[in-house]
């Protein structure tokens, strides 16, 4: 059972920070955290120091001999908790910010970072995703393109058997991204547009990109003719379009990683 304080006068460090740690609205590592904190400051400013006469000037101090030399996540996440605690009591004493003179540190984000392959897996094998969406995830994953450029994918910028695509960079620069064997064996199981890959040449010269059948005219019915030339086909191309990507039924699994 959690000690009550009363309102007014001054609670010990030591006491606001049990009533403070007894919240039930804290989750467990949250609460893992604050407790953290406030212990070191307990051991620093005193278990019988008055809340009310603590300064800012003595916070900081302990922070820095504590974690002056700490990762700026690690000095910003105990900096959260004392500015949550003293949040928290300032509704209920007289008392100064003890994290007024504690600046947030810059955290460094590191780019090249990866989500972890296990996670990414568990994702790909789960029943419940359509086969459309699992194949986007892996394509984004393998890729490290830019979800727009991967949904301006045409049927036509695939080279299936090198495992590229041709997009089109933000700014208008066309370039190629690389996928590996696992969104290959994906991306002709989601649309009957896409062909499979064949084999490559028996020779072991590089593969051929894909001969896919050229389009009628986007300006005539089928059949009749481009009223441009007269033939039945034309380079006249339509305007590009998204793979028509068809949505899998949900016992629809995903192939196994390569």
């Given at each position: 059972m959690a000690t009550v304080l009363p309102l007014t006068g001054g609670p010990t460090l030591a006491d606001a920070a049990t009533v403070f740690l007894n919240r039930r609205d804290l989750d467990a590592d949250t609460l893992r955290s604050y407790r953290q904190t406030l212990t070191r400051l307990r051991a620093e400013l005193s278990d019988g120091a008055l809340l009310t006469d603590l300064t800012a000037e003595q916070t900081a101090a302990v922070?820095?001999?504590?974690?002056g030399n700490a990762a700026a996540r690690t000095w910003n996440r105990h900096r959260s908790a004392?500015?949550?605690?003293?949040?928290?009591?300032?509704?209920?004493?007289?008392?100064?910010?003890?994290?007024?003179?504690?600046?947030?540190?810059?955290?460094n984000v590191d780019a090249t970072k990866a989500i972890d392959r296990h996670l990414i897996e568990a994702l790909w094998q789960r029943r419940d995703l359509p086969l459309r969406d699992k194949t986007l995830f892996r394509l984004l994953y393998e890729s490290a393109a830019r979800s727009v450029e991967v949904l301006?994918?045409?049927?036509?910028?695939?080279?299936?058997?090198?495992?590229?695509g041709r997009i089109r960079r933000k700014g208008g620069d066309t370039d190629w991204i690389l996928?590996?064997?696992?969104?290959?064996?994906?991306?002709?199981?989601?649309?009957?547009?896409?062909?499979a890959a064949r084999p490559s040449s028996p020779t072991g010269g590089p593969a051929r990109p894909v001969r896919l059948p050229r389009l009628t005219c986007a300006r005539s019915p089928a059949g009749h003719g481009c009223p441009?030339?007269?033939r039945s086909t034309?380079?006249?191309?339509?305007?590009?379009?998204s793979i028509p990507l068809v949505t899998a039924s949900p016992s629809t699994s995903c192939a196994t990683p390569g």
């Open positions: 922070f820095a001999v504590a974690w004392v500015r949550s605690f003293t949040t928290w009591a300032a509704t209920r004493w007289s008392m100064t910010d003890l994290a007024a003179l504690i600046e947030r540190r810059r955290e301006g994918l045409d049927v036509s910028d695939l080279v299936l058997e090198a495992k590229r996928w590996q064997s696992g969104t290959a064996r994906l991306l002709p199981a989601c649309s009957p547009a896409v062909p441009t030339n007269g034309c380079s006249s191309r339509p305007p590009r379009a």
